[in-house]
Protein backbone atom coordinates (compact mmCIF):
# COMPACT_ATOMS: atom_id res chain seq x y z
CA UNK A 1 0.00 0.00 0.00
CA UNK A 2 2.96 2.70 0.57
CA UNK A 3 6.28 3.11 -0.90
CA UNK A 4 7.99 1.70 2.72
CA UNK A 5 6.85 -1.37 4.17
CA UNK A 6 4.45 -0.75 7.30
CA UNK A 7 5.28 -1.50 10.54
CA UNK A 8 2.46 -1.47 13.81
CA UNK A 9 4.05 -1.19 17.39
CA UNK A 10 2.27 -2.09 20.58
CA UNK A 11 3.63 -0.56 23.48
CA UNK A 12 2.22 -2.82 26.31
CA UNK A 13 1.30 -1.01 29.28
CA UNK A 14 3.11 -3.30 31.69
CA UNK A 15 6.25 -2.05 29.93
CA UNK A 16 5.66 1.76 30.28
CA UNK A 17 4.25 1.63 33.39
CA UNK A 18 4.42 -0.35 36.86
CA UNK A 19 1.42 -2.46 36.60
CA UNK A 20 1.36 -2.93 40.08
CA UNK A 21 1.47 0.92 41.01
CA UNK A 22 -1.40 3.20 40.24
CA UNK A 23 -0.63 5.70 37.70
CA UNK A 24 3.50 4.92 37.89
CA UNK A 25 5.62 5.92 34.88
CA UNK A 26 8.43 4.33 33.75
CA UNK A 27 10.01 6.90 32.03
CA UNK A 28 13.58 5.91 31.37
CA UNK A 29 12.32 2.78 29.79
CA UNK A 30 9.53 5.19 28.08
CA UNK A 31 12.58 7.23 26.64
CA UNK A 32 15.31 4.68 25.52
CA UNK A 33 12.02 3.15 23.56
CA UNK A 34 11.46 5.98 21.75
CA UNK A 35 15.33 6.07 21.09
CA UNK A 36 15.71 2.48 19.79
CA UNK A 37 12.34 2.67 17.79
CA UNK A 38 13.53 6.35 16.30
CA UNK A 39 16.77 4.85 15.30
CA UNK A 40 15.43 1.59 13.96
CA UNK A 41 13.05 4.20 11.58
CA UNK A 42 15.95 5.86 10.11
CA UNK A 43 18.06 3.00 9.49
CA UNK A 44 15.06 0.98 7.76
CA UNK A 45 12.71 3.66 6.38
CA UNK A 46 9.52 2.21 7.24
CA UNK A 47 6.32 3.79 7.79
CA UNK A 48 5.08 3.49 11.48
CA UNK A 49 1.77 3.42 13.71
CA UNK A 50 2.22 2.99 17.78
CA UNK A 51 -0.85 1.51 20.10
CA UNK A 52 0.16 2.19 23.85
CA UNK A 53 -1.91 0.25 26.30
CA UNK A 54 -3.79 1.75 29.70
CA UNK A 55 -1.54 0.06 32.36
CA UNK A 56 -1.84 1.22 35.26
CA UNK A 57 -2.95 4.35 34.23
CA UNK A 58 -6.32 2.95 33.13
CA UNK A 59 -7.04 -0.36 34.10
CA UNK A 60 -7.15 -0.22 37.73
CA UNK A 61 -10.13 2.38 37.45
CA UNK A 62 -11.59 0.60 34.97
CA UNK A 63 -11.72 -2.16 37.46
CA UNK A 64 -13.14 -0.04 40.18
CA UNK A 65 -16.39 1.09 38.47
CA UNK A 66 -16.28 -2.38 36.08
CA UNK A 67 -16.51 -0.12 32.72
CA UNK A 68 -15.93 -3.20 31.20
CA UNK A 69 -19.43 -3.75 31.71
CA UNK A 70 -20.35 -0.66 30.29
CA UNK A 71 -23.20 2.03 31.95
CA UNK A 72 -24.37 0.90 34.91
CA UNK A 73 -25.65 3.94 36.52
CA UNK A 74 -24.11 7.40 37.48
CA UNK A 75 -20.89 6.30 38.87
CA UNK A 76 -19.89 4.62 35.71
CA UNK A 77 -19.80 8.18 34.15
CA UNK A 78 -17.87 9.18 37.22
CA UNK A 79 -15.48 6.02 36.51
CA UNK A 80 -15.45 6.67 32.69
CA UNK A 81 -14.25 10.30 33.04
CA UNK A 82 -11.49 9.32 35.88
CA UNK A 83 -10.20 7.00 33.25
CA UNK A 84 -10.45 9.38 30.36
CA UNK A 85 -8.17 11.79 32.63
CA UNK A 86 -5.60 9.22 33.67
CA UNK A 87 -5.10 8.32 30.20
CA UNK A 88 -4.39 11.84 28.96
CA UNK A 89 -2.27 12.04 31.35
CA UNK A 90 -0.20 8.63 30.21
CA UNK A 91 -0.42 10.02 26.46
CA UNK A 92 0.80 13.04 27.21
CA UNK A 93 3.68 11.42 28.37
CA UNK A 94 4.20 9.25 25.63
CA UNK A 95 3.88 11.93 23.52
CA UNK A 96 6.43 14.04 24.92
CA UNK A 97 8.78 11.56 24.77
CA UNK A 98 8.25 10.14 21.25
CA UNK A 99 8.05 13.83 20.01
CA UNK A 100 11.57 14.53 20.70
CA UNK A 101 12.71 11.55 18.27
CA UNK A 102 10.09 10.91 15.59
CA UNK A 103 7.36 13.16 14.07
CA UNK A 104 3.94 12.34 15.25
CA UNK A 105 0.69 12.73 15.95
CA UNK A 106 -2.01 11.62 18.66
CA UNK A 107 -5.17 10.35 17.46
CA UNK A 108 -7.79 9.52 20.38
CA UNK A 109 -9.54 6.39 19.56
CA UNK A 110 -13.12 7.02 21.15
CA UNK A 111 -12.96 10.05 18.36
CA UNK A 112 -12.88 7.56 15.51
CA UNK A 113 -14.30 4.25 16.91
CA UNK A 114 -17.74 2.90 17.91
CA UNK A 115 -18.65 -0.48 19.24
CA UNK A 116 -21.57 -2.42 19.88
CA UNK A 117 -21.42 -5.55 22.60
CA UNK A 118 -17.51 -4.71 22.71
CA UNK A 119 -17.06 -5.12 18.76
CA UNK A 120 -15.81 -2.67 16.10
CA UNK A 121 -19.13 -1.30 14.14
CA UNK A 122 -17.34 2.65 13.71
CA UNK A 123 -13.11 3.59 12.89
CA UNK A 124 -12.78 6.08 10.73
CA UNK A 125 -8.99 5.41 9.87
CA UNK A 126 -9.14 8.50 7.21
CA UNK A 127 -6.65 10.65 9.74
CA UNK A 128 -4.52 7.84 9.92
CA UNK A 129 -4.25 7.83 6.09
CA UNK A 130 -3.59 10.89 5.91
CA UNK A 131 -0.84 10.98 8.71
CA UNK A 132 0.89 7.56 6.77
CA UNK A 133 0.70 9.65 3.70
CA UNK A 134 3.24 12.19 5.13
CA UNK A 135 4.78 10.19 7.11
CA UNK A 136 4.04 11.47 9.94
CA UNK A 137 3.06 8.37 12.95
CA UNK A 138 0.10 8.29 14.62
CA UNK A 139 -0.28 7.48 18.57
CA UNK A 140 -2.84 5.28 19.37
CA UNK A 141 -3.85 3.83 22.88
CA UNK A 142 -6.43 1.31 24.98
CA UNK A 143 -9.00 3.57 24.95
CA UNK A 144 -13.01 3.51 26.67
CA UNK A 145 -15.41 4.38 23.50
CA UNK A 146 -18.75 4.71 23.73
CA UNK A 147 -21.13 1.06 22.59
CA UNK A 148 -24.23 1.75 21.03
CA UNK A 149 -25.34 -1.36 23.26
CA UNK A 150 -23.48 -0.99 26.25
CA UNK A 151 -23.24 3.13 26.52
CA UNK A 152 -19.68 2.22 27.51
CA UNK A 153 -17.25 -0.60 26.51
CA UNK A 154 -13.23 -0.72 26.97
CA UNK A 155 -11.05 -0.81 23.61
CA UNK A 156 -8.26 -2.68 23.99
CA UNK A 157 -4.58 -1.85 22.18
CA UNK A 158 -4.61 -4.89 21.17
CA UNK A 159 -8.04 -4.69 19.22
CA UNK A 160 -6.88 -1.38 17.74
CA UNK A 161 -3.42 -3.01 16.88
CA UNK A 162 -5.32 -6.09 14.74
CA UNK A 163 -8.43 -3.78 13.53
CA UNK A 164 -5.34 -1.20 11.76
CA UNK A 165 -2.78 -4.27 10.65
CA UNK A 166 -5.55 -5.53 8.39
CA UNK A 167 -7.33 -2.10 7.22
CA UNK A 168 -3.82 -1.17 6.41
CA UNK A 169 -2.13 -4.60 5.19
CA UNK A 170 0.98 -3.78 7.79
CA UNK A 171 4.07 -5.40 6.80
CA UNK A 172 5.24 -6.12 10.67
CA UNK A 173 3.44 -6.14 13.84
CA UNK A 174 5.59 -5.72 17.22
CA UNK A 175 3.82 -6.32 20.89
CA UNK A 176 6.45 -4.85 23.33
CA UNK A 177 6.11 -6.73 26.33
CA UNK A 178 7.39 -7.05 30.01
CA UNK A 179 8.52 -10.59 29.06
CA UNK A 180 10.80 -12.20 26.60
CA UNK A 181 7.51 -13.56 24.73
CA UNK A 182 4.98 -16.25 25.42
CA UNK A 183 5.65 -18.89 27.94
CA UNK A 184 3.67 -21.98 28.27
CA UNK A 185 2.15 -20.22 31.58
CA UNK A 186 3.39 -17.19 33.52
CA UNK A 187 7.07 -16.78 33.84
CA UNK A 188 6.41 -14.83 36.56
CA UNK A 189 5.22 -17.43 39.11
CA UNK A 190 6.06 -20.56 37.49
CA UNK A 191 10.23 -21.41 37.06
CA UNK A 192 10.14 -24.21 34.98
CA UNK A 193 8.03 -21.98 32.33
CA UNK A 194 9.00 -22.29 28.73
CA UNK A 195 9.40 -19.49 26.08
CA UNK A 196 7.13 -20.58 22.83
CA UNK A 197 9.31 -19.40 19.74
CA UNK A 198 7.38 -19.43 17.29
CA UNK A 199 3.64 -19.57 17.72
CA UNK A 200 1.17 -21.23 15.07
CA UNK A 201 -2.34 -22.07 15.20
CA UNK A 202 -2.01 -25.47 16.88
CA UNK A 203 0.91 -23.99 19.31
CA UNK A 204 -1.62 -21.80 20.59
CA UNK A 205 -4.70 -24.04 21.47
CA UNK A 206 -2.02 -25.83 23.54
CA UNK A 207 -1.17 -22.43 25.56
CA UNK A 208 -2.58 -22.51 29.42
CA UNK A 209 -4.31 -19.85 30.38
CA UNK A 210 -2.09 -17.03 32.10
CA UNK A 211 -2.36 -16.57 35.74
CA UNK A 212 -0.96 -13.83 37.15
CA UNK A 213 -0.59 -12.62 40.65
CA UNK A 214 -1.91 -8.93 39.57
CA UNK A 215 -5.28 -9.83 38.45
CA UNK A 216 -6.76 -6.04 37.51
CA UNK A 217 -6.14 -6.29 33.02
CA UNK A 218 -10.05 -5.82 32.29
CA UNK A 219 -9.14 -6.02 28.58
CA UNK A 220 -8.19 -9.81 28.99
CA UNK A 221 -5.93 -12.86 29.91
CA UNK A 222 -2.52 -13.62 27.16
CA UNK A 223 -4.62 -16.21 26.01
CA UNK A 224 -7.93 -14.12 25.15
CA UNK A 225 -5.67 -11.45 23.63
CA UNK A 226 -3.63 -14.07 21.33
CA UNK A 227 -6.86 -15.29 20.07
CA UNK A 228 -7.94 -11.55 18.98
CA UNK A 229 -4.62 -10.89 17.47
CA UNK A 230 -4.92 -14.16 15.40
CA UNK A 231 -7.87 -13.00 13.55
CA UNK A 232 -7.11 -9.80 12.18
CA UNK A 233 -2.68 -10.66 11.42
CA UNK A 234 -3.05 -14.18 9.91
CA UNK A 235 -0.79 -12.54 6.89
CA UNK A 236 1.50 -10.22 8.99
CA UNK A 237 4.98 -10.58 10.25
CA UNK A 238 4.27 -10.66 14.19
CA UNK A 239 6.39 -10.97 17.42
CA UNK A 240 6.35 -10.27 20.84
CA UNK A 241 9.60 -9.05 22.57
CA UNK A 242 10.88 -7.69 26.06
CA UNK A 243 10.96 -3.70 26.17
CA UNK A 244 12.94 -4.05 29.50
CA UNK A 245 15.90 -5.11 28.05
CA UNK A 246 18.09 -2.60 26.13
CA UNK A 247 18.49 -3.26 22.40
CA UNK A 248 15.76 -6.21 21.76
CA UNK A 249 13.54 -3.99 20.29
CA UNK A 250 15.90 -1.46 17.87
CA UNK A 251 16.75 -4.99 16.87
CA UNK A 252 13.45 -6.62 16.19
CA UNK A 253 12.85 -3.57 14.58
CA UNK A 254 15.79 -4.63 11.74
CA UNK A 255 14.64 -8.36 11.64
CA UNK A 256 16.17 -9.91 14.47
CA UNK A 257 13.85 -10.73 16.85
CA UNK A 258 14.90 -12.62 20.41
CA UNK A 259 11.35 -13.37 21.47
CA UNK A 260 7.87 -15.16 20.04
CA UNK A 261 7.26 -14.98 16.70
CA UNK A 262 3.46 -15.64 15.52
CA UNK A 263 2.99 -17.63 12.54
CA UNK A 264 -0.79 -17.83 11.42
CA UNK A 265 -0.29 -18.60 7.32
Partial sequence: MYEYELTIIKLGGSVITDKNKKGLLRKSVLKRLA???????????????????????????????????GFLNNKSIEGFVKTKQSLNLLTSEVFKYFSEKVQCCL?????????????????DTKQISYLLDYDITPILWGDVVFDIKKGFSILSGDKIVAYLAKKFKADNVLFISDVEGVFDKNPKIYGDAKLIKVINGNSLARIK???????????????????AIK??????????????????????????IKGTRFVFQ
Fill in 231 to 256: RGLENTDVAIVNGLVSSVVENALLGK
Fill in 35 to 69: GEIATAKNKKKFKLIIVHGAGSFGHPIAKQYRLNE
Fill in 209 to 227: TQQTKNRIDVTGEMKGKLL
Fill in 107 to 123: VQPADIVLTSKDKIVHF
